[in-house]
């Protein structure tokens, strides 16, 4: 006759593993930036301040600026108490940039911390925190996107290892 399930270790196992929800959140967001860091450090120098091919549009340097000013935002709006200064979108350099995205990175994982062990919100945003990650993460990944198509179109293409890289979430 098969075994009853323990109820209880069930229950305890379901409870152990809720706790580590939060951690692991807090670990695919800074995986995230990680990311961001390693396509930066894998562009071609050349590539940062260039004119898109066609004339139109944001320089990579400006993207990312724009990455970082949108988390400022985000900041502001959740009313966070470190907020980092915005970017300039025409004089930033690469390491600026990684520099302030660190700083952003970090104010929005306090903000993330508090949401994810609190009620799970987060002020100016809905439906909640997990939501706001994954806005966060697919914002940068719009992104992170448009970067490597604009390297390619002017010429200056990231590596092959570059590219796959960036997938390699287990090794950033």
């Known amino acids: 006759m098969p075994k009853a399930p323990d109820a209880?270790?069930?229950v305890t196992v379901e409870t152990a593993y809720l706790h580590q929800i939060p951690v692991a959140l807090l670990n695919a967001f800074n995986t995230n930036d990680r990311i961001n860091h390693?396509?930066?450090r894998s562009l071609p120098p050349v590539a940062w301040k260039a004119k898109p091919a066609d004339g139109k549009g944001r320089t990579i340097?400006?993207?990312v600026?724009?990455?970082?000013?949108v988390r400022v935002m985000w900041l502001k709006a959740a009313k966070a108490v470190e907020i980092p200064g915005q970017l300039d979108r025409a004089s930033v350099t690469p390491a600026q940039a990684m520099r302030a995205l660190e700083n952003s990175r970090h104010a929005l994982s306090v903000i993330l911390s508090q949401a994810l062990t609190g009620d799970g919100r987060i002020k100016g945003f809905r439906p909640d925190a997990a939501g706001f990650?994954?806005?966060l993460i697919a914002h940068d990944a719009h992104h992170r996107g448009q970067i490597t198509m604009q390297a390619r179109q002017l010429g200056s293409p990231l590596s092959q290892k570059a590219m796959f890289g960036m997938w390699e979430w287990n090794r950033r």
């Open 8 to 10: 209880h270790r069930s």
């Open 38 to 40: 390693y396509l930066i």
């Open 61 to 63: 340097a400006a993207i």
């Open 65 to 69: 600026a724009h990455m970082h000013n």
């Open 133 to 135: 990650l994954g806005y």
